[in-house]
């Protein structure tokens, strides 16, 4: 087990560490400052060091409690402890707390070192009517660690960071079972040792934990090869109030609906996962990456619909939209970047899409399946652009989180959200959203940069994820973002778009869950609560939303 202590903590105020503050190059500001209408002026976080956070609301007799269960040392009410749970990184926390804002702190992180302490915390809590928010990573995007109390007295957060064991390692039968508290790298390196991976790679693979992969659902830059990290686990373990429910029967099982499917997703509204059973793979043999263009944008999603028809996806295919392509082009600033954009216009894709596809496996069969893509893609009038574009978004694909630091230094509004849609409704989806969020952040003088890429294929439609910058409006920032998250939110349902691809619900997404599920679905949802968590203690607010 690794102390908590030792592992890299997360900024509060952006991503990383603190000690690594980002810097945007000169030629970005001055294309930034063209595009946008924007004035570069410096708004670096406050140092929240001399902040007094809110006073514990917990009473002496629940602190007491809690310590007899988990040890002094694991209950901790400081400032900082607080502080560092206390949110996740989207785009409005970070303003928040970068403004010197620290309200919403939980009133104590508890931390359980086993599945039976984290149970008698949940019993502990109910009995002492204090609301429970389990805590991995802290990198949500949606506010799903921000509920708050609720109706109760304070709120533990249950960080399950020294939940980080491997358990079992079943290498005949592919399977792993671990604790939530793991971070990807740590179990990857670990599943190397074996020959194995698990192929989870989001973009907050640095900090995000297994546990809340399970929670939202989450989707890695792989998945379309790997399968989302629901298709990833086959059985977890929850900690509830009411006692420990076990789920999901590897390799598959018919005994009535899947009962799994209740946990992944659930988001900590039903209690705390301590245990998940991964499906893992050999590592693969070989990785290969490469670059293609398409003219246009609906050129290169019919390229991908005929692949993914043929059976002929890749494990990886990220298509950015002609805006994404541009900026990323222009942005990275490096000569091989410009080399690109003259050949690009050259061939008269100079307005058009990259796309980025990723085979991993054994040499044979990526070589088969690459040759078979390749055919089909140049018959979509793809044009292959070769392997250092795919090596170099490789060498950079954790790099966007730290960018998005340097460009909230100098007054940016920087967000993102996502969807996915059918086929048929893709373009609809994409065409409104965008539409949508223009014309909430466009001003007289300005413009907003929103740019797109298609991230998760599937045989049925894909995701959309879209990148949002634009001059901040430092009167109301957090209202400029709520208003064109909301206006995107209501244009991207109206054409088909599904609520949320891969972020999970939280508290940003919870006003519409019954649009997406229906008032049967959400009181369905409910009755699982009230069996589960009888007086509501765990995770209020989020999923459901405020009463
Ligand atoms: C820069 C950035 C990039 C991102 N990129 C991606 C991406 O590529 N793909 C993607 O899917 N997401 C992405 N996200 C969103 C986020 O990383 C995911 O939602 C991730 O799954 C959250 O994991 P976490 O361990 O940080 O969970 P947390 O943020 O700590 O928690 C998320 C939710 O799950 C609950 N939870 C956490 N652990 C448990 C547990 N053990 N039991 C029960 N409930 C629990 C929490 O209460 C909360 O509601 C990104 C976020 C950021 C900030």
Redesign the pocket.
């Known amino acids: 087990m690794t102390g908590v202590e030792e592992r890299a903590e997360l900024s509060v105020t952006g ?1 990383g560490q603190a000690d690594q503050p980002p810097a945007l190059p000169n030629s970005a500001r001055k294309w930034l400052q063209r595009e946008l209408g924007w004035t570069p002026r410096t708004t670096p976080a406050e140092s929240l060091a001399s902040i007094t956070t809110a006073a514990t609301r917990l009473p002496d007799a629940s602190s007491a409690a809690l310590i007899e269960i988990v040890g002094d040392e694991h209950v901790r009410t400081d400032g900082p402890s607080r502080l560092r749970r206390g949110s ?3 785009y409005l926390d970070l303003i928040r707390r970068r403004s010197g804002d620290v309200s919403g702190l939980p009133d104590v992180v508890v931390l359980p070192g086993s599945h039976d302490e984290v149970l008698a915390v949940l019993a502990r809590c109910a009995e002492h009517d204090l609301a429970v ?10 506010g ?2 921000a509920g708050g109390a609720g109706e109760h007295r304070a709120v533990v957060t249950v960080d ?1 960071s020294r ?1 980080n064991t491997i358990d079992s390692i079943d290498a005949k039968s592919l399977m792993v079972t671990a604790g ?2 793991l971070r990807a790298p740590e179990f990857e390196a670990r599943m190397a040792r074996y020959g194995l991976t698990l192929g989870h790679f ?4 640095e ?3 297994l ?11 792989a998945s379309t090869g790997y399968g989302r ?1 629901d298709e990833l686990v086959a059985a977890a373990r ?1 900690a509830t109030p009411v006692g420990q429910w076990r789920v999901g029967r590897p390799p598959a099982s018919a005994a009535g609906p899947d009962l799994l499917g209740l946990v992944l997703g ?3 509204v039903f ?4 245990e998940l059973t991964l499906r893992v793979r050999p590592a693969p043999e070989t990785k290969h990456y490469e670059g293609w263009s398409f003219r246009s944008l609906p050129r290169a999603f019919e390229g991908l619909r005929q692949l993914s028809r043929a059976g002929l996806l890749p494990d990886i295919a990220r298509l950015s939209d002609p805006d994404e392509t541009r900026a990323n082009l222009t942005l990275s600033g490096s000569s091989k970047a410009g080399a690109l954009q003259a050949l690009l216009r050259a061939r008269g894709h100079g307005g058009g899409c990259l796309l980025i596809l990723g085979w991993e496996g054994d040499n044979d069969s990526v070589g088969v399946r690459r040759r078979a893509a390749t055919s089909m893609l140049r018959r979509s009038e793809g044009t292959r652009l070769g392997r250092s574009v795919g090596q170099s978004w490789l060498a950079n694909r954790y790099s ?2 730290y960018v ?1 630091d340097a460009l909230l230094d100098v007054g940016l509004l920087v967000e993102t959200l996502e969807t996915a849609a059918s086929w048929t409704d893709l373009m609809d989806v994409y065409d409104a959203t965008r539409s949508a969020l223009i014309d909430l952040l466009s001003t007289a003088d300005k413009k907003p940069l929103v740019m797109c890429h298609l991230s998760h294929v599937y045989p049925t439609g894909a995701s959309l994820y879209f990148t949002v910058v634009a001059d901040r409006d430092d009167d109301r920032p957090l209202q400029q973002w709520l208003l064109a998250k909301r206006a995107a939110t209501d244009s991207l349902l109206s054409k088909g778009g599904v609520l949320t691809h ?3 619900v ?1 508290i940003a997404h919870a006003p519409w869950l019954a649009q997406e599920i229906g008032n049967l679905g959400v009181a369905v949802l409910h009755a699982v609560k009230d069996r589960l968590d009888p007086t509501g203690i765990c ?1 209020p607010g ?1 999923l459901f939303g405020s009463p």
């Open positions: 991503w996740g990184r989207s928010v389990p805590y991995g990573g802290g990198t949500s995007v949606v799903g660690l399950v939940l939530p508290g989001p973009q907050s693979y900090f995000a934990t546990g809340g992969y399970a929670a939202t659902r989450s989707a890695g830059q990290f929850l659930s988001e900590g209690g705390v996962i301590t966007g989180p998005r891969h972020h999970a939280g995770n989020v």
